[in-house]
């Protein structure tokens, strides 16, 4: 069974500086997804960023990117020029790729960053 | 927006009471999903639904049950509440559910439900 762990329960950081969360995950596959998810105080599930396991360059959304060791198993997410808005739970996600199942996503504990004016 | 409602928001009860939780989508996907939100948890998965009357059970289906007669609507039913069963629901859908080509992978969710069970 996969598993996913954020071993970072909690973090901070500065408005305006950097912050990287850490990510690690266990798998046999050799083809999946990785999501990384915010949730906000409203609850919202909102998709920040996501990597194709296939794909060896690292994406990359605004502030948002990701360091994807695939050896390693490691998915970091890193958001620079930190915003208040930007406080919130992340998660860390995994889905397998088959062909005609359904997305079954594996969660990460999660890691709650607060940001500090 | 996947277009995905649920309902009740909120919901307080007593053990033993049968709770359904209801999650409506509007644009036709698949395959829906719901999943349980606890502190140190992350987001587990309950039951998922790959079409009309086609369900099958996630890692802790324990005491849950599902049901799709239509493709708008998966239902999630405790058939007798307890307090272990306080948490926070989630239904979602996948848009694509084919391999990588036609497939974006993510999941798509409701704002969720709370349920407290006293």
């Known amino acids: 069974a996969q598993t996913v762990t954020q071993s970072q329960p909690e973090m901070s950081v500065q408005e305006a500086e950097t912050v990287t969360l850490s990510c690690t995950y266990d798998?046999?596959?050799?083809?999946?997804?990785l999501f990384w998810y915010k949730q906000p105080p409203s609850r919202q599930m909102i998709l920040v960023i996501r990597?194709?396991?296939?794909?060896?360059q690292n994406a990359t959304e605004n502030r948002f990117s990701v360091n994807f060791q695939k050896a390693a198993k490691s998915f970091s997410l890193k958001i620079s020029d930190s915003q208040l808005g930007d406080a919130a739970m992340y998660f860390c996600a995994y889905s397998k790729i088959s062909s005609g199942s359904a997305r079954q996503l594996t969660f990460g504990s999660g890691t709650q960053l607060t940001v500090l004016p | 927006d996947a277009g995905i409602t649920q309902s009740p928001r909120h919901k307080v009860t007593e053990t033993g009471t049968p709770v359904t939780l209801r999650c409506h989508q509007t644009?036709?996907?698949?395959?829906m999903y719901w999943y349980r939100q606890d502190p140190g948890h992350g987001l587990r998965l309950i039951h998922y639904?790959?079409?009309?009357?086609?369900?099958d059970k996630g890692e802790v289906s324990d005491g849950y049950s599902v049901s799709r007669s239509k493709t708008e609507d998966f239902l999630l039913t405790l058939e007798s509440a307890t307090s272990s069963q306080t948490s926070v629901y989630f239904c979602?859908?996948?848009?694509?559910?084919?391999?990588?080509?036609?497939?974006?992978?993510?999941?798509?969710f409701g704002e969720g439900s709370r349920l407290t069970v006293l």
């Open positions: 639904s790959y079409g009309v009357k086609d369900t």
């Open positions: 644009e036709n996907h698949r395959y």
């Open positions: 979602a859908i996948s848009t694509r559910n084919s391999g990588r080509a036609l497939g974006t992978g993510e999941l798509f």
């Open positions: 798998t046999s596959e050799s083809d999946y997804y």
């Open positions: 990597q194709e396991a296939y794909k060896q």
